[in-house]
């Protein structure tokens, strides 16, 4: 499934797109909290921005997000990461991000959503994954060796992107490195021409477990009642 579980066809609806332009103004709040409000000096928050245009935004709440974030505009920001482990539905290892202003709040029903599997403790499955950087980009020559770029870059391993991930007539790739590598690798990339769309700590599963088609939709299903949880921001699955 990669290195992040993503729903398809999240933006279906009006109300599911509120739900992502949410989602994603929270990551460039937090994004810009952590790192400034120039995207040029923060490859995540550049890479926020990026994802915001590429669901179509508004400008004026990206703008918005990132002086919040930046502490331009007096409002305090109580957001923490908090991370959750579990199994889902036939015993798929499932770990579940979620940036939230109430803990209190967010814990009882992310726990409600795992009674269709099981809510494990703090290291219950993350063994089950490594934890690494991940820059996702693209670029105009389709002609690129990723293997190349990677090394250019100091990156440990690089994927292809599926073409319909990409901008027509683009080569996109997955870089993965080493956490503390995420920046340097980031700010290369986008250097060297690369338009950077993600740009993260992520859990990529050390061993992909096969569901039978049969019961891949009652994981599915389990997923998307994760991801569309307003308090989620990254859902990581060992399904493959």
């Not at 770029?149 to 027509?168: F, R």
């Amino acid at each position: 499934m990669g290195a992040q579980w993503k729903q398809k066809g999240r933006e279906a609806s009006a109300l599911k797109r509120g739900q992502v332009f949410g989602k994603l103004a929270k990551e460039i709040v937090v994004a810009a909290k952590i790192g400034g409000a120039d995207p040029d000096l923060n490859a995540r928050l550049f890479a926020a921005i990026e994802d915001a245009k590429k669901h179509s935004v508004p400008r004026d709440t990206i703008e918005r997000a990132v002086k919040k974030g930046a502490g331009l505009t007096g409002e305090q920001i109580n957001y923490e990461l908090v991370t959750y482990e579990g199994f889902g539905p036939h015993k798929v290892p499932v770990i579940v991000e979620c940036l939230t202003d109430n803990r209190n709040r967010t814990a009882p029903e992310i726990r409600v959503i795992f009674k269709a599997g099981q809510l494990g403790a703090v290291g219950s499955v993350a063994w089950m994954f490594n934890h690494v950087g991940l820059v996702e980009a693209h670029h105009e020559n389709a002609a690129q060796d990723l293997e190349t770029v990677a090394i250019e870059a100091g990156a440990q391993n690089v994927e292809p992107l599926d073409a319909a991930d990409v901008p027509a007539g683009r080569t996109g790739a997955r870089f993965y490195c080493d956490r503390t590598d995420l920046d340097t690798v980031s700010k290369f990339l986008a250097k060297s021409g690369w338009t950077v769309t993600a740009s993260e700590m992520s859990y990529v599963a050390k061993n992909a477990v096969d569901v039978p088609d049969p019961h891949k939709q009652e994981v599915i299903a389990f997923l998307t009642a994760l991801d569309e949880h307003d308090d989620a921001h990254r859902v990581y699955t060992a399904m493959r």
